[in-house]
T-cell receptor
């Protein structure tokens, strides 16, 4: 089954404790992206990756790191989480922006993170 | 992003009524995406529009793209409780060379409630 998986789905942590949220897709997609969703602010892009070893900042990259060593995986790293990073996080993937007919972005189920 | 405005922010309709949600971009669009989200869950792709005047339908949901206005409308006919959720539009803006800018920016969403 074609899907984007995220782990963990729920996480409660404390300020300053490094954490990683994993994202994996099994569709051989080139493009992957991380978003956070907050009430009143909507869905905002954190980082995206057009291909392996190619990553770019989105709208709100501060406090986050990503890596793309393999095509299927795109982990989101919070080196020193703070309470303002409490949010609902989504990973997404697609074949690639601009390729007509194959631009559908598939979203993961979300990771609800609480930083105390 | 304020560069992508959705209206209305929320909508409550009686079952069986028609409704329209609008999405207006301040930048030139390369592609416009519509997604639906159940509360707290991942986004489900509805449709993508690229050409001016293009119109696509998915069951009772129709979306149109007005290239001149850089605006898209999503119309639901004979709404049902299953249509309830958050509808988000996503913009893939045109780059300086005319292609895709490479990432997707979302509106804040429209929360739809359908009263039985």
């Amino acid at each position: 089954e074609a899907q984007v998986t995220q782990n963990p789905r729920y996480l409660i942590t404390v300020t300053g404790k490094k954490l990683t949220v994993t994202c994996s897709q099994n569709m051989n997609h080139e493009y992957m992206s991380w978003y956070r969703q907050d009430p009143g602010l909507g869905l905002r892009q954190i980082y995206y990756s057009m291909n392996v070893e190619v990553t770019d900042k989105g709208d709100v990259p501060e406090g986050y790191k990503v890596s793309r060593k393999e095509k299927r995986n795109f982990p989101l790293i919070l080196e020193s989480p703070s309470p303002n990073q409490t949010s609902l996080y989504f990973c997404a993937s697609s074949f690639g922006s601009g390729r007509a007919g194959k631009d559908t972005q598939y979203f993961g189920p979300g990771t609800r993170l609480t930083v105390l | 992003s304020q560069e992508l405005e959705q209206s209305p922010q929320s909508l409550i309709v009686q079952e069986g009524k028609n409704l329209t949600i609008n999405c207006t971009s301040s930048k030139t669009l390369y592609g416009l995406y519509w997604y639906k989200q159940k509360y707290g869950e991942g986004l489900i792709f509805l449709m993508m529009l690229q050409k001016g005047g293009e119109e696509k339908s998915h069951e009772k949901i129709t979306a149109k793209l007005d290239e001149k206005k850089q605006q898209s409308s999503l119309h639901i006919t004979a709404s049902q409780p299953s249509h309830a959720g958050i509808y988000l539009c996503g913009a893939d803006w045109k780059s300086d060379y005319g292609g895709s800018q490479g990432n997707l920016i979302f509106g804040k969403g429209t929360k739809l409630s359908v009263k039985p």
